[in-house]
């Protein structure tokens, strides 16, 4: 409603309103009695001034009905327009967005002094007894105040200490955050101002169960104040690497997603501190190009990218940093039953063509694979193992099985691949409980036409980068002999029409099982034949070895926590607080916190604000690298229209007060509490009165009336 | 002075009508030492020779004492003028807004009496009719002493009329004064206008001179009442007005000024003179008007 009063408790004397007409009935009860000499002079202004007694009678009761209305209306301080805030009772919540895009440079400043501008000004006119709070937002959202305060000089001078801090504008953060500040706020009401350059979100927040809670606490209304204009901005939004373990001087492409602000804007690879590669964004400014970066994949080691652009009017997402993980090569135990004469070449369950398809030899080959008889195999084999493969394996003693089953509790990996008929009562009762699994209902079926196999999940961690063509390849494969291993809680990746899972994966603790439940023998399946046999394979393999909760790369956006798994056999010594991290954008380092998960230790160093490496150090060794790079979000010149934003918000179940938008600096005070009507009320007033002292001028005495 | 001693409500505290009548007319003729009607009234003529059984008042006892002989003053209106006074006793002449103001009718009865007294101090003859819708009384217009009881006796007790009929009063009356002579009208003249004016037109025609005393109350000229008043006409007992005079008093002032500006214009075309009066107002303005007429007359 475009209008409000600041005190609107006093618009119930308007009921004083009805004072001059029970006056002015009561008064009409008084008739005098007069005899008088003649009535002729009488009856004929009579008969012609009745009526126009009677209005005029009406219509001075009105005007004093009026003056009365229009009395109380100027007392209760009536604001027509304002959008909310300093109104009594009302207390003001500034939301400032902190995000990197406010950092963009326009002619009178980032959007984020304009937004810290705007809104110390905003202050600054607030009515004093108005309790106000501010919040920013970006990679966290934070009181800037310890508690809520008059406003006047206090919050306008802490708004110095906002800075950009490069994150993502989390819509259901900061109201998340409102929540708790509104629910310890002054008053009866919250206004609450949002400051933002309502970059568009990638992400569609459900704000439904935010703005109910918040409507719980008290009655609030949202505002918004859209700071700068779209301005022709690029960034790098995101770099893909590839998703599988990488071998040294193996040529591998490095893909990065970018807009250019200018057309055939040229985008550079940085490895190590050196210029590795260029790739130009051809054709027009804007929008989301692809560009590939050939890169020869370095020695092993964690290797500092970035591919960066030539700087625009938003330097925060111009450098993209990403960490380039190379292993070493992973030591593979294939262990494998003894041969029998019907097996053929690949061996007993097809073991040695796993052998080839992770070990094809030559250096650049990422495992190193060391075949051994499963009836040999000892816990001593597992020493510097990254992954140990079962193929149709003979019974493994009690005494290794348990050893096995500590090694992956660990962290190990484990794939077993199992598809002879004579191994069903083993891998039900010994092989698979050892590994975590129930194993129950093993039973071996076997299909002669085959049944095509079924990809459950295509966005699987392990399938993920495969592309269309590969997966359908993946689906022509035909299995005529597995077993049917239902087990509750596994991750299915792969099963077979009816429902029996082929490849099904679950974490044990630290480390990770897979089972496959068929073999690589042409009788058995197509597998062995089919060109995704090795990559599928591989991936397995990779995602068995791979640091679980790290992604390739280690690299993370700003607004997440920086965690890092140390290296495997790396023991925190007895002082803690020499385990520390130095977080982008801060030059000193601070001590990291370590907790555990199962028996490995985990690092972590608290929320990443700015883009950039993150270090770990233990006593001066460096334990690992974490790249922060800052949303892709925040790129392009994308600012949404305040209206969008409110009807966001409006369908969530929040009140939203209107836009402060395009309201000049020094009218945000009158847009915000609105056009004082007072002084026009009380003219009004006197106008009023005035004509109701014209008009019943030398007749209220001699009606003797009050009213 | 005079004025204050002449005023209704002093002359009222004096209830009997003849001293009402003289100290009125004697204390008007004190003031006309310092008047600018001095010597009008008693213009002295001639003398002539005292004839046995006349009154001895206008004996010239220093003529007297120098002639040793009885002569008479004689003063020159002695025996021209026949007054008439009309008065109005209608309903409407009971009205008085104020107990310590007299009714017009009172008014109009002790005007009548000093009137009367005058003329018949300076041997006029003096005739009186009272009317409402139709004449009351008559006396015959006399010079005699006794003239001034009869009349006083009729004053004295005035009936309340009811309604008026001014204009049809003066037509009959017109008729019956057979000499031409002073015809004096004291009413609130509350009848049509037109109709007052041609009664008074028949009196002109008659080769009568007319001296209309307009009597009101000063309520029935500013009609100054507060709040709302349910008006009760006098002449119609049971017809009601109820208005607001503080609303509809300028309306009210303005028809009836408009009413007695009607009556002023015509009377003037008429060679009538009109005085406006009010129960308020002393006695010696209505003395000296009819002295001033005495005078045009003369």
């Not at chain 1, 980032?110 to 937002?137: F, K, N, Y």
């Not at chain 1, 990422?366 to 193992?385: C, H, I, K, Y």
């Not at chain 1, 460096?622 to 966001?648: D, I, N």
Request: hydrophobic share 45%; net charge neutral.
């Amino acid at each position: 409603m475009p209008l409000s009063f600041v005190n609107p408790a006093l618009l119930f004397g308007g009921l004083a309103a009805a004072l001059p007409v029970i006056i002015h009935f009561l008064s009409r009860r008084k008739v005098q009695r007069e005899k008088f000499s003649d009535l002729r002079f009488l009856s004929e202004v009579q008969a012609r001034q009745t009526r126009r007694l009677t209005m005029r009678r009406l219509l001075l009761l009105l005007l004093r009905v009026l003056a009365i209305l229009l009395l109380t209306l100027a007392v209760a301080g009536p604001r027509w327009g304002g959008l909310g805030g300093g109104l009594a009772g009302h207390s003001v919540l500034m939301v400032i967005d902190t995000s990197a895009s406010m950092g963009t440079q326009e002619e009178s400043g980032t959007r984020l002094e304009q937004a810290v501008a705007d809104c110390r000004r905003m202050i600054g006119m607030l009515p004093g007894r108005t309790s106000v709070q501010v919040l920013t937002a970006g990679a966290v959202v934070k009181p800037l105040l310890g508690d809520w305060l008059p406003a006047g000089a206090m919050p306008a001078d802490a708004l110095r200490e906002v800075t950009v801090d490069g994150g993502v504008f989390d819509l259901e953060a900061a109201l998340d955050e409102a929540v708790r500040q509104v629910r310890g706020a002054p008053g009866n009401a919250v206004d609450v101002v949002l400051f933002s350059d309502l970059q568009k979100m990638r992400r569609q927040a459900d704000l439904t169960a935010v703005a109910a809670r918040l409507q719980a606490e008290l009655p609030v209304r949202i505002l918004v104040r859209r700071t700068g204009q779209p301005v022709a901005q690029g960034g790098v939004l995101g770099i893909d690497l590839p998703q599988r373990v990488l071998r040294p001087a193996e040529n591998i492409a490095v893909t990065a997603r970018v807009i250019p602000d200018v057309p055939d804007q040229p985008f550079t690879l940085e490895l190590d501190g050196v210029d590795v590669g260029e790739a130009v964004a051809t054709g027009p400014a804007a929008g989301v190009h692809t560009l590939d970066f050939s890169l020869s994949v370095p020695g092993p080691g964690l290797h500092r990218g970035q591919v960066r652009k030539p700087s625009d009017r938003l330097p925060a997402d111009d450098v993209r940093p990403f960490i380039l993980r190379v292993p070493r090569r992973l030591k593979i135990v294939l262990a494998h039953g003894d041969d029998r004469p019907g097996d053929g070449p690949g061996g007993r369950g097809g073991w040695r063509f796993v052998q080839q398809a992770l070990d094809p030899g030559g250096m650049g080959a990422p495992f190193a694979v060391e075949p051994v008889d499963s009836r040999m195999l000892v816990t001593g084999n597992l020493d510097q193992a990254a992954v140990l493969v079962l193929v149709d394996p003979d019974p493994v003693g009690r005494t290794s099985l348990e050893g096995i089953e500590g090694w992956v509790r660990a962290g190990g990996g484990v794939l077993v691949l199992a598809g002879d008929p004579t191994l069903a009562s083993y891998l039900q009762q010994t092989l698979l409980p050892g590994l975590g699994f129930s194993g129950e209902k093993v039973r071996f079926r076997s299909q002669e036409q085959g049944l095509a196999m079924r990809l459950v999940s295509r966005g699987d961690p392990l399938l993920k980068d495969f592309g269309k063509d590969a997966l359908g390849t993946l689906e022509d494969v035909h299995w005529r002999r597995w077993f049917s291993l239902q087990e509750q809680g596994a991750r299915v990746l792969l099963a077979l029409p009816g429902g029996d899972p082929l490849v099904f994966s679950r974490d044990l603790e630290a480390g990770r099982v897979m089972v496959m439940a068929g073999n690589l023998l042409p009788e058995a399946g197509d597998l062995a034949a089919s060109a995704m046999a090795l990559p599928l394979l591989q991936r397995m393999v990779s995602w068995l070895g791979a640091q679980p909760g790290l992604s390739s790369g280690d690299n993370i956006l700003v607004g997440q926590e920086v965690v890092l798994q140390p290296p495997a056999g790396w023991v925190p010594g007895p002082d803690l607080s020499q385990i520390m991290v130095r977080l982008p954008g801060q030059a000193k380092p601070r001590p990291a916190v370590l907790a555990w998960q199962g028996t490995r230790p985990v690092l972590r160093g608290g929320v990443a604000t700015e883009p950039g490496f993150a270090v770990f150090t233990a006593a001066g060794d460096t334990l690992g690298l974490v790249a922060v790079a800052m949303a892709g979000a925040e790129s392009g010149v994308a600012l949404e229209k305040p209206a969008h934003w409110l009807g966001t918000l409006a369908a969530a179940g929040l009140a939203t007060a209107g836009d402060l938008s395009g309201a000049p600096a020094g009218q945000l005070g009158s847009r915000l509490r609105g056009r004082d009507l007072r002084p026009w009320l009380f003219l009004l007033t006197a106008m009023v009165l005035m004509l109701e002292l014209y008009l019943g001028r030398g007749t209220s005495a001699a009606r003797g009336d009050a009213g | 002075m005079t004025d204050a001693l002449l005023s209704p409500e002093t002359i009222g505290s004096l209830g009997r009508l003849d001293l009402i009548a003289r100290l009125v007319v004697e204390g008007f003729l004190m003031g006309l030492h310092r008047s600018p009607y001095h010597g009008f009234s008693a213009e002295f003529a001639e003398y002539r020779q005292y004839i046995p059984g006349e009154p001895v008042n206008n004996i010239d006892w220093r003529l007297y004492a120098k002639t040793d002989r009885h002569y008479l003053k004689v003063f020159a209106e002695e025996t021209n003028l026949r007054a008439t006074i009309l008065v109005d006793c209608s309903a409407s002449m009971s009205y008085r807004s104020d107990p310590k103001l007299p009714t017009k009718r009172t008014y109009a009865a002790w005007l009548a009496a000093a009137l009367s007294y005058l003329l018949l101090r300076q041997n006029d003859a003096v005739g009186l009719v009272t009317f409402d819708e139709a004449p009351l009384n008559r006396v015959p217009a006399r010079s005699v002493r006794r003239q001034l009881f009869q009349v006083l006796k009729v004053l004295d007790d005035l009936p309340a009329g009811s309604g008026t009929k001014v204009g049809a009063v003066l037509h009959q009356v017109a008729e019956r004064i057979p000499r031409r002579g002073l015809v004096i009208l004291l009413s609130d003249l509350m009848d049509d206008a037109g109709a007052i004016i041609d009664g008074l037109k028949h009196f002109r025609h008659r080769g009568h001179e007319v001296l209309a005393f307009q009597i009101l109350d000063p309520r029935e000229i500013d009609l100054d009442f507060r709040g709302e008043v349910e008006f009760e006409a006098l002449e119609e007992p049971g017809r009601k007005v109820r208005l607001e005079p503080g609303h509809m008093g300028e309306a009210y002032r303005r028809d009836f000024g408009a009413w007695r500006a009607d009556l002023r214009r015509e009377s003037r075309r008429q060679l009538v003179d009109l005085v406006e009066m009010t129960t308020s107002t002393p006695f010696a303005q209505g003395l000296a008007a009819y002295l001033q007429k005495r005078r045009r007359m003369s």
